[in-house]
């Protein structure tokens, strides 16, 4: 233990102590100021960031809402000055998506109401063929009569329709409710704490053996490319299966898997990553501490469909404005590395200074 009367410390001249005080004070009022005035033109940043993105996602004519984006985009790099900006306009930018004004519509696509027609019969020939086992199509086609839309939706653009995820895909499979035996290797496991951001991440991966892994996966076997939904902690996070991953399906889990060559996979996954997603669930969450998705809010989720070809030129869309987004942060993340270093660089001149 050092003693506090034991401690040495340069003592200068009371003068001077003086001179060193009144400077110091000088300095930090006006560092007081400085920082009131960065907090009230942050305040005034974000709140015209938030008016401005508000502005996109208002269901406005068009004329009017290409002039909110032309405003947005003219001014973007002085409101996106923080990870939150850049995060914000992500979301705005998967809205956007879903609502059909990121790209025109091409009245010469095939409608929508023809894809999901042709859904309809690859999935009904799949399902009586007894896919994934005779159970579980059994149960898929009882599910998929009960399958209705709700009149009164929001209107869509020419040539979308509105389904469910059930009518969208071959099959929508939750997970096996009970808690998987771990083992020490073996298959991994997926939980929820492995689903964020539309992306799978492998943090403190669990395993099973492969008899748990036939057991949790008796209804439907995981394979790539299926979409994972997470129901709860949180709810509502999506994931794509990657390519030569075996996996076996945690609590809180659903699986939904497309019929091939129908929907666009990277379409499917930025509508379900749509900021408002909980909007288009029609069986609400429950829980009085911890809320969770129903089995039957994840089936019934409205989905607002387009052409096919219309999802292609959206995903490219989405994929350009994100690497943007990306563009943003990495631009972001130097000017403050950058801060940081000349704020360094000042107090060692400063402290230099000061020993000469």
């Not at 007081?32 to 996109?56: H, N, W």
């Not at 996602?57 to 984006?69: S, T, V």
């Not at 997470?230 to 889990?253: D, Y």
Request: hydrophobic share 40%; glycine share 4%.
């Amino acid at each position: 233990k050092i003693k506090i009367v034991e401690f040495m410390f340069p003592l200068p001249p009371l003068a001077e102590q003086h001179r060193i005080v009144a400077k110091v004070d000088e300095l930090m009022a006006l560092c007081d100021r400085l920082e009131a005035a960065q907090t009230e033109r942050e305040s005034r940043r974000d709140r015209l960031a938030a008016a401005s993105l508000q502005r996109l996602n208002q269901p406005d004519d068009e004329p009017k809402f290409r002039e909110h984006a032309r405003f947005h985009l003219r001014h973007l790099p002085r409101l996106t000055t923080r990870p939150e900006h850049i995060q914000q306009l992500r979301q705005t930018i998967l809205n956007l998506a879903v609502r059909g004004r990121l790209v025109p519509q091409d009245p010469a696509d095939e409608p929508a109401a023809e894809l999901l027609s042709r859904i309809e019969k690859q999935r009904i020939t799949l399902l009586k063929q007894g896919y994934p086992n005779e159970g579980e199509a059994s149960t898929q086609l009882r599910k998929q009569q009960k399958q209705l839309i709700p009149e009164g939706l929001e209107s869509l653009p020419h040539g979308w329709e509105w389904a469910t995820l059930m009518q969208c895909s071959a099959l929508v499979v939750d997970c096996h409710n009970k808690t998987a035996p771990y083992s020490r290797s073996g298959i991994i496991l997926l939980r929820t704490t492995n689903v964020r951001n539309g992306k799978l991440n492998l943090n403190e991966p669990k395993f099973v053996e492969e008899s748990t892994y036939e057991r949790w996966s008796a209804r439907c076997q995981p394979e790539p490319h299926d979409i994972l939904i997470t129901r709860e902690a949180p709810m509502g996070e999506v994931c794509l299966i990657p390519e030569n991953m075996k996996i076996c399906l945690g609590q809180r889990m659903m699986l939904a898997r497309l019929v091939p060559g129908t929907i666009d996979l990277r379409f499917m996954l930025y509508s379900l990553r749509d900021p408002r997603l909980m909007d288009r669930v029609r069986d609400k969450p429950v829980g009085a501490t911890v809320q969770h998705l129903r089995v039957g809010g994840v089936e019934t989720l409205l989905v607002p469909l387009p052409p096919l070809a219309e999802q292609h030129r959206i995903v490219a869309k989405v994929d350009e404005l994100m690497a943007l987004c990306d563009r943003l942060e990495a631009q972001l993340s130097a000017a403050q590395n950058e801060s940081r270093r000349l704020l360094e660089a000042l107090l060692h001149e400063a402290v230099g200074v000061a020993n000469k």
